[in-house]
């Protein structure tokens, strides 16, 4: 993420932007950065080079992708050195940079591993350094400089000559292809010599490991500067320095910069770290640019300090304050109230406050200062309090102490809201203090304002806002009324501000002015052609002489309201100084005329407005430099443009990305606001983005604009470039005869498909007939079937029921004449020879033939056969071995018969059916398993 701080100390004011990895992309450690003529940045970076060009960042690898360590900027030519490797770029007329590698023009060859450092122009000559060996460039050729001498420390550029230290030796001046030492400085052999910086009169400052000197380059005389901050700058391990009109800058290892004054007395006067909102602590690299700012290349980062900012910030020092909610100056100090107490500074001479310190017994939360008569008035969480000699005395025990204002109507009252009542102060001797509560009204309010006619207007700390009307002796409240729909405002709102003695509320998007005579709220539009974001106003704070700061989450305006005009002083967005003002307590106060105190949750900045609102900064429109078309296979083309020219796209082609730039100083980041009209009315938020993307467009005429903001808050002019979608062809005219020819054909396909429906609902109608026909034809012959079948049925049970009937008449038949046998063979036995044989034998046998009567037989198996379907049949064809006997014996079992039955059909005895059935299972070879019986039922 990218950010911005700032901060101040001592004597020196100034800003720090920081450009993270994810903003530069490149990597982390930036080793080397110089500028060209257009203040384009060069960062010698681990990935490769760099280019700050305006808002827009960009990063070119060597082709072997090695790290960049040292860059260089010649009219305009860009000069870079890596590991094995030294050439310079070039822009072609597309504004890319093209490298063009000096190795193949090498006349001595390099060592194995060297690395060129360090990259300085002299006398049209360009030397290039490593640790090896020092190499020059006279635009043809590249050479070593003396091959007796070998191993260097950095070049450094003093005046009119170049400064190189021998390792381990004195140091040398470069001129030409000639090296020349500088008598007097064998003394540094022990030392490094770690920059140089030009004093003037043949006079150079050298920094080294072990100290800081001043030389006269004529006489070789070196002269060692002592000091504590020295001291502690030479512990810190110095690794770079530079220059600019008003302080020596030396970065370090261990402890970031320090700065020192450069008027020849060396004061320290400050030092800047992470501490103090410095990416990392290990200086790589500095470059001064035209406005006297430092770029600093660091181990993590690149960072840029922008001296003499109008804004201080206050946000790290010690002790650390906590979150700000109020200020005041008074008597030449400030006293600033946070959520961990009052702490008071003291006005140097310099105008800078320090030697902050917690006022004693005011620990807890404070919510408002002011002064009144000369002293201080403090709002705590228990109370108010009046500060006299150092000492605070409590004016009001009513805790949460919101605030505390003039009535309007009343010079000699005061009221406070508090976190439960209405307080009302009067003066008492010197102080002004508590008189009473206002009765009839208890709530929470954080927000009080009071119109002319002395109507009192109550913003809960919630929601919901009271317009209260106080009696006259002003110790009640006589009536209540919430504002709500029917006063057009949201419950919800609780915000109330006044502006140029006008009652305003806020809502999520719009101000909204009390009117008294219709007794409801209505927009209030003065200052809407002002705010470049949406979202509602947090605060409205009287900023003195008509002056009010109006504040948003995402910007901030200063604006003069005056006999009902209003003018926008000044615009600042938050993010830019990194500032975080406390949600739902945004302020910005007052302190003097010029310095105003931003409120933020880690400390507190001043903004000095003399200084912004005097300074002219140029303001520079965004040019919008290409549109990228993505066509709907993929394909992408860039157009350049051109002013006051349009583009028209095929409508394949609606999406589009506009890339834009910006002539802004570099340094501090630019911010753009863009939108497309067409497809949007609304002003996107502000940006650092150089590039908006809009997918799938609908066919149209669009213009996109873009805007951007100066350092002072003005707003650019806008950039526009219009563009048109055309219809898709199927929206065209050839698309329209298109669709009637298709519309025709349709039509002709319609009709001949209905007469094709027609034919075939026919013949479906015909077919439908003859398979009903059929259908009946069928069920006819099934009912034939049937009823042949129930015939059928009908014939068989009747033959079963002759059969049956026929069984057993022929059982009843047979035991009655074994009944007979049996009753003659009684008699027989009694009358002895009374009872003639030959008159028995002869009615025995006519018994016995009646017994074995084979016509009943026949007449039973033809109906047997009839009723079971041939069943002697089937069984003679199957076994042929069976007797008649067991055939007759099958058919009385099938008939499910018991033996007892069976006995006297067969004219035998019951044993004697067991016995058959026994054969008759052998003949059939039936296992012991198998039921006789069923077996012939189921045959």
């Not at 007329?93 to 001595?108: A, F």
């Not at 105008?351 to 807890?364: M, P």
């Not at 009903?772 to 009908?794: F, H, P, T």
């Amino acid at each position: 993420m990218l950010c911005s701080g700032n901060t101040l100390f001592a004597q020196v004011k100034y800003q720090i932007t920081n450009y993270n990895v994810e903003y530069t992309k490149g990597g982390n450690q930036n080793w080397d950065v110089a500028l060209d003529s257009k203040q384009r940045v060069y960062i010698a970076n681990n990935f490769g080079l760099i280019v700050f060009d305006n808002a827009s960042t960009q990063l070119y690898s060597l082709p072997e992708k090695t790290i960049v360590r040292s860059v260089a900027v010649v009219n305009d030519t860009v000069y870079t050195g890596s590991f094995e490797e030294l050439g310079y770029w070039t822009y072609n007329t597309e504004n890319q940079l093209v490298y063009t590698s000096l190795i193949p023009n090498l006349v001595d060859p390099i060592s194995p591993n060297d690395e060129f450092w360090q990259i300085v122009e002299h006398n049209g000559y360009i030397y290039f350094h490593t640790f090896g060996g020092l190499f020059v460039y006279d635009h043809k050729q590249v050479r070593r400089l003396s091959n007796e001498l070998s191993g260097f420390m950095f070049l450094y550029p003093v005046d009119s000559i170049v400064i190189t230290q021998k390792i381990n030796g004195g140091l040398y001046t470069v001129n030409g292809h000639e090296l020349k030492p500088i008598s007097g400085t064998e003394t540094l052999g022990k030392e490094e010599l770690k920059s140089a910086i030009s004093l003037g009169d043949n006079r150079a400052l050298l920094a080294t490991t072990l100290g800081l000197y001043e030389l006269n380059i004529s006489t070789g005389t070196l002269t060692e500067i002592k000091s504590k901050s020295v001291s502690e700058l030479i512990q810190s391990k110095i690794n770079y320095a530079t220059q600019t009109d008003s302080y020596l800058v030396f970065g370090t290892i261990l402890d970031g910069i320090y700065l020192f004054s450069n008027d020849g007395n060396y004061q320290f006067l400050s030092r800047i770290n992470t501490s103090k909102r410095l990416q990392n602590n290990t200086v790589l690299s500095l470059e001064k640019d035209q406005n006297q700012n430092i770029w600093v290349g660091l181990d993590k980062g690149i960072d840029y300090i922008a001296f003499n900012s109008p804004i201080d910030s206050y946000r790290d020092e010690n002790p650390k304050v906590g979150s700000v909610y109020t200020a005041a100056l008074m008597n030449g100090k400030l006293y600033v109230g946070s959520n961990q107490g009052l702490y008071e500074y003291i006005q140097d001479v310099n105008g800078k406050f320090v030697n902050g310190k917690l006022v004693e017994n005011s620990q807890g939360q404070v919510w408002f200062l002011r002064v009144i008569d000369g002293y201080l008035y403090a709002g705590l969480n228990r109370g108010t309090y009046v500060l006299d000699n150092h000492r605070l005395i409590q004016v009001s025990d009513v805790i949460g102490a919101y605030n505390l204002k003039d009535y309007s109507t009343n010079p000699n009252i005061k009221i406070q809201s508090t976190y439960s009542q209405l307080v009302r102060f009067q003066k008492e001797g010197k102080f002004w203090k508590k008189s009473g509560s206002i009765s009839g009204f208890s709530s929470p309010t954080r927000f009080l304002e009071f119109d002319h006619l002395g109507t009192i207007w109550a913003g809960h700390s919630i929601k919901n806002i009271r317009q209260l009307q106080p009696n006259i002796e002003l110790d009640s409240i006589e009536s209540t009324t919430i504002i709500g729909e029917n006063q057009h405002v949201y419950e919800s709102t609780n915000r109330i501000f006044k502006l140029d003695n006008r009652i305003i509320v806020s809502t999520s998007n719009a101000l909204l002015e009390w009117d008294s005579i219709q007794n409801r709220f209505h927009p209030f539009r003065k200052l809407d052609s002002l705010f470049t974001v949406s979202g509602s106003v947090m605060n409205i704070v009287p900023a003195g002489n008509y002056r009010y700061w109006i504040i948003k989450k995402q910007e901030v305006l200063l604006a003069e309201v005056r006999f009902d005009q209003v003018q926008l002083l000044y615009r600042m967005l938050p993010k830019v100084y990194d500032f975080h003002l406390l949600e739902n307590y945004e302020r910005i106060i007052p302190i003097s005329d010029n310095l105003h105190l931003v409120c933020l949750d880690d400390g507190f900045s001043i903004i000095n407005l003399d200084v912004i609102l005097r300074t002219e900064t140029p303001i520079s429109t965004p040019v919008i430099g290409s549109i990228d078309v993505i066509q709907d296979n993929g394909m992408e083309k860039q157009l350049t443009v051109e002013p006051n020219e349009s583009y028209v796209f095929s409508n394949d082609e609606n999406s589009v990305t506009f890339n834009w730039t910006s002539s802004q100083p570099i340094g501090h980041l630019s911010y753009f606001q863009y939108r497309l009209l067409g497809h949007e009315s609304e002003w996107s938020n502000w940006t650092i983005n150089t590039k908006a993307t809009y997918e799938r467009l609908n066919s149209g005429v669009y213009f996109f604009e873009v805007r951007t903001l100066s350092t002072n808050g003005l707003l650019s002019s806008t950039s526009r470039v219009e563009l048109e979608i055309n219809e898709a062809w199927y929206k065209s005219s050839i698309g329209y005869v298109i669709y009637a020819f298709i519309l025709g054909l349709i039509t002709l396909l319609i009709r001949f498909s209905i007469s094709k429906k027609r034919w075939k609902a026919l013949g479906k109608q015909l077919e439908q007939e003859r398979k009903q026909m059929q259908l009946e034809k069928e069920m006819a012959d099934k009912e034939i079937i049937s009823l042949r079948n129930d015939k059928l049925q009908v014939e068989i049970e009747h033959k079963s029921s002759q059969l049956a009937a026929n069984t057993m008449a022929i059982i009843r038949k047979n035991e009655l004449l074994n009944t007979i046998k049996d009753e003659l063979s009684i008699q027989k036995d009694e009358l002895g020879d009374r009872f003639p044989k030959k008159y028995y034998n002869k009615i025995v046998s006519l018994i016995d033939r009646n017994l074995q009567d084979e016509k009943e037989w026949e007449t039973f198996e033809q109906l047997y056969d009839q009723a079971h379907g041939n069943f002697f049949k089937r069984l003679k064809d199957e076994y042929p071995d069976l007797t008649p006997g067991d055939l007759r014996l099958c058919a009385y079992l099938r008939m499910n018969l018991a033996s007892k039955e069976i006995a006297p059909l067969l004219n035998i005895s019951v044993r004697g059916v067991e016995e058959r059935r026994y054969r008759l299972r052998k003949r059939l070879n039936l296992n012991s398993d198998t039921n006789l019986t069923e077996m012939l039922m189921t045959y």
